[in-house]
């Protein structure tokens, strides 16, 4: 993740901002990539995941594509389920991403082809949207595992004054 967080950010400094934008959806396709190797439990009680046929018996999560990644991410609430308004749209951050997903997939000749006779020009502006939809969906991405990392500690942490109060008996 931060591999292609890093490489977006010298593309943008380089000005090559539709370079910068696909690095930038791939750091996020990362971070949810590695959140399923995280919580491997809770994604195969998704939707996304009974319905998915897969090729292989491990790294399972390596055959999700990133539209599949962000509903399992919403479903499980990895994203928050309010909607916002952000640049005068309204929706979930899962829609958001969503929406930066599409941009990311214009690297395909075949949906640049599908918009003319005006395709997206990537700009600054628009490099800057898909690095802050970014920011905010890996920043909840983050906040799910210093919860648990904090669940797990205050769970280590009961379980050892029990063990030190029996040694005391």
């Not at 396709?29 to 939707?47: D, R």
């Not at 000749?109 to 970014?134: D, S």
Request: proline share 3%; charged share 30%.
């Amino acid at each position: 993740m931060n591999f292609y967080h890093r490489e977006a950010q010298k593309c943008a400094r380089a000005k090559a901002f539709h370079a910068a934008a696909v690095m930038e959806v791939a750091a996020l396709e990362a971070g949810l990539m590695a959140m399923c190797f995280l919580y491997p439990e809770e994604v195969k009680k998704t939707t996304v995941y009974a319905k998915k046929h897969f090729r292989r018996k491990q790294n399972r999560a390596l055959e999700f594509s990133l539209f599949q990644l962000i509903n399992i991410a919403d479903e499980i609430a990895w994203f928050p389920s309010k909607r916002i308004t952000w640049g005068g749209e309204k929706d979930t951050l899962a829609g958001f991403s969503h929406e930066i997903r599409k941009m990311r997939n214009r690297v395909h000749p075949g949906e640049w082809a599908r918009e003319r006779p005006v395709p997206l020009k990537f700009t600054k502006k628009v490099y800057e949207i898909i690095y802050e939809v970014n920011e905010v969906a890996i920043s909840w991405l983050l906040h799910r595992v210093e919860k648990s990392l904090l669940s797990v500690m205050e769970r280590a942490r009961k379980k050892g004054s029990k063990t030190a109060k029996k040694s005391k008996s």
